[in-house]
Each structure stands twice: as structure tokens, then as C-alpha cells.
């Protein structure tokens, strides 16, 4: 017999999974162009650009059955249309075929993270918070590679990933992953005040961190180009946020008011710490990276 102790523990089991994949996952994606670089070295470059297309076709393949399969109708197919005018303005305005392995990489990005907040994510906005944090995700690839050996930081890419995202969310919608729900526990994000300010600060930070990481990029030095102040920032909100995340707690038992038969605390309260945790979590991955840019003195192009 399957006890309520058996579901929590294979829910959490679910999710430390789901969220290790997200993670290793973003940490593999800017070794994927060696996988490109030992295509065009075995067969030929015009080969190795038909890749990521062939990769965009076959996802397309695999949604076009689902959809059939699962009978979700001319909604569901229709969906295919933004889809299909996303990848074809990436195509055109961005050239060069080693790029487009972004789509299916941001596409699959998409369905990571969603799986990942579906284990606990209660209520309606659940695909907005799931392109936050991959378009976030999309910024933190882009860092990875300014330190990569092989890899270039582009302001271009991180476009295309979070177009990507967008169409990867498109599938999600078209499939009927999403819980019907309203947006009740926004009301509980009330209660998180000073750690909202504290991520809207970091945000803004980053954005900052973020341009100034392409004049770094362009003097190929990082001390004198990167503010120093910013710097300090990058550290601040780096033991800020970090006390933040300490401090939520993102799986609890709140006591229920006695006749809220409707009210569902705890599934308001983890739904608001997602929203919240999420993308903290990747705010103080940007601004560590930054961090170990300037203490370790890593190359940055």
C-alpha cells in the first residue's frame, strides 16, 4: 500500500532529478559545438549546418505525433504556425547554421524546465515563469561561452535562445501540459517583499553586468573596463541573495483557517517560492560568474 510518506519521497526524488538534469544540462551546452566541430571534421561543413535543421524538423515530426496521437485537434496544430515563422526568422536573419543548434537546444530547454516546476507548481502562470527562467538560462549559456575556449559571448544568441524558449512553450500550450488554475497565489508573493526588491535589484544588475561584459569582451581585459562598483555589486547581491534563498524555505506545511475548505496554502505558498526561487537561483549563478571572472582572472571573449 502506497503510504503519503511513499508519494513525498518519490515527489522529491522527482524533483532533485528534474532540477540535476536542468542544471547539468546548462552546464553541457557550450561543449555542444564539439559535437558540430566533429561532424564538419569527419564529413563536410555543408553536412554539419543541415544538423540543426534536420534536429528542428524531427522535434516538429515528434510534436506533429503527439498531437495526433493525443487528439488535441486544430488548436493544437495551429500552434505550429508561430512555431514555424519563429524558426524561419532566426534562419534568415542569423545565417550562419552553426547557430541554429540553439532552436532545438532552447526548444528542449523549454521542456526541461517545465517538467521540473510541474512536480510542485500549482495555479495559471506556470509557462511565463517557465520563459523566464530559460530566457535567463539563455544569458547564463552566453556566459559560459565568453569563458569557453572555443565559444564567443553574443547578444545575438541569447536572442535566439529565448525565441527558441517561446517555441518550445508553444508545444507545451498545444499539448495540454498545462493544469487548469487561476492566480490565487500571487497574493502569497506579499509576503516576500524584501526578497522581491532584492531579485528586481539583481535583475537590474545583471543587465548592467551583462553589457559591460561585451566592452570586457572587446578590450579583451577585464580589470579597468569592468566597474569596480559593479563589481562590488556582483558581491553583494551574491551574500544578499544567497541569505534570501537560505531564509525562504520552499517545501512547508502552513496551518489551514478552519472553514477554507476552497483555500490551498500550501500549494499558493510553493507556487509563490518558485516564482521567487527560480529565478534567484540563476541571478546569483550570473553575478558568481562574474565573480570568478575577476578572481581567477578566466579569459573572456
Known amino acids: 500500500m502506497t503510504t503519503p510518506f511513499d508519494i513525498r519521497k518519490r515527489r522529491l526524488m522527482l524533483r532533485i532529478i528534474l532540477w540535476a538534469i536542468a542544471a547539468v544540462y546548462t552546464l553541457v551546452l557550450p561543449d555542444v559545438v564539439l559535437i558540430y566541430d566533429a561532424v564538419v ?23 506533429l505525433i503527439s498531437s495526433l496521437a493525443m487528439k488535441k ?29 540553439h532552436i532545438p537546444e532552447y526548444i ?24 523566464i527562467c530559460s530566457g535567463l538560462l539563455g544569458v547564463v549559456d552566453e556566459l559560459f561561452q565568453g569563458i569557453h575556449p572555443q565559444r564567443f559571448y553574443g ?20 499539448l495540454g501540459k498545462v493544469s487548469a488554475g487561476d492566480w490565487a497565489w500571487a497574493a502569497t508573493l506579499k509576503q516576500f517583499k524584501k526578497t ?10 545583471a543587465v548592467l553586468m551583462c553589457a559591460y561584459l561585451f ?18 555589486f556582483n558581491a553583494l547581491f551574491v551574500i544578499a541573495g544567497s541569505v534570501a534563498v537560505s ?21 499558493r505558498a510553493v507556487t509563490a517560492r518558485l516564482w521567487i526561487l527560480c529565478p534567484l537561483v540563476i541571478l546569483i549563478f550570473m553575478h558568481n560568474l562574474a565573480l570568478l571572472i575577476a578572481a581567477f582572472g578566466l579569459p573572456f571573449r
Request: glycine share 10%; proline share 5%.
Open 155 to 174: 547578444w545575438q544568441d541569447m536572442i535566439m535562445n529565448a525565441a527558441a524558449s517561446t517555441i518550445g512553450i508553444f508545444t507545451i500550450a498545444g
Open 215 to 232: 566592452d570586457v569582451q572587446a578590450h579583451l581585459k577585464f580589470w579597468g573596463v569592468y566597474p569596480g562598483w559593479l563589481l562590488g
Open 41 to 63: 571534421k569527419h564529413f563536410s561543413s555543408k553536412i554539419a549546418g543541415k544538423v540543426p535543421l534536420a534536429l528542428i524538423i524531427l522535434l516538429g515530426i515528434v510534436y
Open 196 to 205: 522581491l526588491a532584492i531579485t528586481f535589484c539583481a535583475a537590474a544588475g
Open 108 to 131: 528542449l530547454m523549454a521542456w526541461v524546465i517545465f517538467e521540473a516546476l510541474s512536480v510542485d507548481y500549482e495555479g495559471n502562470g506556470i509557462l511565463l515563469l517557465v520563459f
Open 73 to 101: 485537434g486544430m488548436r493544437s496544430l495551429a500552434l505550429l504556425i508561430p512555431c514555424t515563422i519563429i524558426v524561419s526568422a532566426v534562419v534568415t536573419l542569423v545565417p550562419y547554421p552553426n547557430k541554429h543548434i
Open 247 to 267: 531564509q525562504i524555505g520552499l517545501f512547508y506545511t502552513p496551518r489551514q483557517s478552519a472553514g477554507d475548505q476552497q483555500f490551498n496554502p500550501v500549494g
